[in-house]
């Protein structure tokens, strides 16, 4: 096994001793498997459903059955396809406290030192058992307009409103709505970023995608003179992203925000933002904590500027079981937002929407700020510190968000693979996220093995430290069994999904 070289991350010294670049790397692990055919955890990835090369999808069915079913490949097919092979290994919610699962998409949502107490009980009269409006609650509406205005646009002649403002049943119920009301556009997104954008770009047609790689060179970072580039010559309409980044933990900020807010003005394209871990910030400088990030504090004019913003309690409040979230922007947008929610989802929870209006004070939400930047950060200093530990150093740790962007190429082959290392830290009932999961590849056209994340896995330290802890323990099993034993044991034998119908589902 080797370690990671102390060379900048990307680049890591050939064999001769010259320095290697990514995309030599690359092309070095295409020239040595040629073809996904020949690695066993690929063929487990495509025998699921919807993930087979296009070409080879449904070919007997008549016409009218192949535009029917042209995207079989729903979110929970992707989900499932994680949590099958965990099942074949013995994974069942009732022995989940003997897994760890570092693949949680979801933060822990007890009780932190320090916040405030955890809302657990709801009280509501026979009025919330009615239907809310599907723009939501308008009480909620304005306290979300009101806590936007206080932390972001205080002294700005533009003030947010209850009209800016739309309640959604979740996070991707809010980009389904947004999606649906967008029609026969270019749509830029980048790879890696999050897996659902992959699902909504083969769900609504209109939406033509355009991919760019962001590069490990750049950490990451969104080149947002390229963008404007980009828009001119390619006729960008409209780009999406994740704000702080899942999975790479990094985020667009200060000036490079501001220019991208400046876009939706200066041209005709419309930005969507999505900003689930806009608290999950990590400063080094102790008095910046409880400072967030929003594109919300760049914009000129609420009902002008076409921003929009996407975010919620699923991360930053900690309630992802609560499903209630928002979409900000300009008010003819939220008109048409409230046309697709009444056919793709009809609106937030009533009695929940009426509970989450406190947890919206300005100041009880500077408190949870504080409390959770301060435990993440510990978190993610105490998972960072072991991977170095045990051979795995983080070259470009995230400074945002709950995930970490491990890059596996220096580990040996074929462990250094993320569908690999994957299957053999389920033998250890440990789960990852292979990074491919994160290669918005919406018609599953490319070989697997020239996607760009595929040396990569996604860590979460959203989860309990005790838990962070038995997973490192999993995977430093795994690293020494290498050692040991060599690459024998490696690559091959995995159990395949069990049958039955698809009980477990996870969220990425
Ligand atoms: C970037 C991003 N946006 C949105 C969501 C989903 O939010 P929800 O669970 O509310 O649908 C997630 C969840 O993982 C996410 O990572």
């Known amino acids: 096994m080797t370690s990671e070289p102390s060379s900048p991350p990307s680049t890591r010294p050939s064999r001769a001793g010259t ?56 979110w929970f097919n992707r ?3 994680l949590f099958r092979p965990a099942q074949a290994n013995g994974f069942n919610y009732a022995s989940s406290h003997e897994w760890s699962n570092l693949g949680q998409g979801a933060p822990e949502v007890g009780p932190i030192p320090d916040a405030p107490d955890r809302p657990v ?15 939501g609650v308008k009480k909620l509406r304005e306290a979300v307009a009101h806590l936007y205005n206080a932390t972001y646009r205080q002294g700005k002649a533009s003030q947010y409103t209850y009209e800016n403002v739309c309640i959604v049943p979740g996070g991707r119920a809010g980009l389904s709505r947004v999606a649906a009301v967008i029609g026969d556009v270019y749509c830029s997104y980048q790879v890696p970023d999050y897996t659902a954008y992959d699902q909504m770009l083969s769900a609504f047609k209109r939406l033509v995608p355009v991919p760019t790689a962001l590069e490990p060179e750049n950490h990451y970072n969104l080149d947002i003179g390229q963008v404007k580039k980009d828009i001119r010559t390619q006729g960008l309409a409209v780009i999406i992203a994740s704000n702080p980044r ?21 041209s005709a394209t419309t ?27 760049y914009v000129d004019d609420v009902n002008k500027d076409s921003v929009v913003i996407v975010d919620g309690l699923t991360k930053n409040w900690r309630l992802p079981g609560w499903r209630i979230c928002w979409v900000i922007g300009p008010k003819n947008l939220i008109t048409a937002l409230s046309q697709s929610g009444s056919f793709l989802d009809g609106g937030a929870n009533h009695p929940l929407q009426l509970a989450a209006i406190p947890l919206l004070d300005p100041e009880h939400v500077h408190k949870e700020k504080v409390a959770l930047q301060k435990h993440f950060k510990m978190k993610r200093d105490h998972v960072l510190k072991r991977l170095k530990a045990i051979g795995l150093e983080v070259k470009i740790p995230p400074v945002a968000t709950f995930y970490i962007w491990l890059n596996l190429e220096n580990l040996p082959d074929p462990i250094n693979n993320g569908l690999t290392f994957f299957e053999e830290l389920l033998k250890e009932k440990t789960i990852v996220i292979p990074g491919i999961f994160f290669d918005i590849n919406p018609a599953h056209r490319r070989n697997l ?60």
């Open 19 to 74: 320095p290697l670049h990514f995309k030599d790397v690359l092309l070095d692990a295409l020239k040595r498997y040629k073809h996904e055919d020949e690695s066993e955890a690929h063929q487990i990835y495509r025998q699921s459903a919807g993930h087979k090369a296009r070409t080879l999808s449904f070919p007997r069915l008549s016409t009218l059955m192949k535009k029917l079913f042209r995207n079989p490949t729903p």
């Open 79 to 81: 989900c499932h396809i």
């Open 121 to 135: 009980k709801v009280e509501y009269d026979y009025d919330a058992l009615e239907y809310a409006p599907t723009t």
């Open 246 to 266: 899942n999975p790479t933990g990094q985020v667009i900020r200060g000036n490079d925000l501001k220019e991208l807010v400046d876009i939706s003005r200066e």
């Open 271 to 297: 930005v969507i933002l999505d900003e689930f871990y806009s608290w999950y910030i990590y400063y080094e400088n102790e008095k910046n904590i409880g400072k967030s990030i929003s594109s919300a504090e």
């Open 449 to 508: 093995f020239s996607s760009p994340c595929h040396h990569f896995v996604r860590l979460s330290f959203g989860p309990p430290l005790e838990d962070l802890d038995q997973g490192i323990d999993a995977i430093a099993r795994v690293l020494r069994k290498a050692k040991k034993e060599g690459m024998r044991s490696f690559g091959h034998s995995y159990k395949k999904s069990i049958e039955g119908p698809a009980s477990l589902a996870t969220h990425v």
